[in-house]
């Protein structure tokens, strides 16, 4: 997942993002690991992951090294075992299809 602290649409859609965090831990692959990634500092990103989203996994800072990558927030990645992007969804998931997308994504991770 990237995430920004600053972004009022990650906050919108923290819901969402915990439910997604939940499924994809519950299939207890080895395999698949759900990361927050942020391009702030990692205090801050920690403490806004935990306190504001609530969320639970992993949380990486890019500061210092992103400066001419700019990935719009939220948006969920899935990299296969070779680092390769296999599916992105970009943006706040709509609240009507919020379920349609978590199945979309676990239904990726099984390929």
């Known amino acids: 997942m990237f995430l920004s602290t ?19 831990k519950s ?3 080895q395999d698949v690991s759900v990361l927050a990634v942020f391009q702030e500092m990692p205090e801050k990103a920690k403490s806004f992951a935990r306190e504001e989203l609530q969320l639970h996994s992993p949380v990486i800072s890019m500061q210092g090294q992103s400066e001419n990558i700019l990935v719009p927030t939220p ?15 970009i943006g706040m998931a709509p609240k009507a299809g919020r379920e349609d997308r978590i199945l979309e994504i676990l239904n990726a991770i099984s390929k």
């Open 75 to 89: 948006s969920v990645l899935l990299l296969d075992n070779r680092q390769v992007v296999t599916g992105a969804w």
């Open 27 to 29: 299939l207890s692959r």
């Open 6 to 24: 600053n972004c009022k649409y990650c906050m919108a859609d923290a819901p969402f993002l915990r439910e997604l965090e939940l499924r994809i």
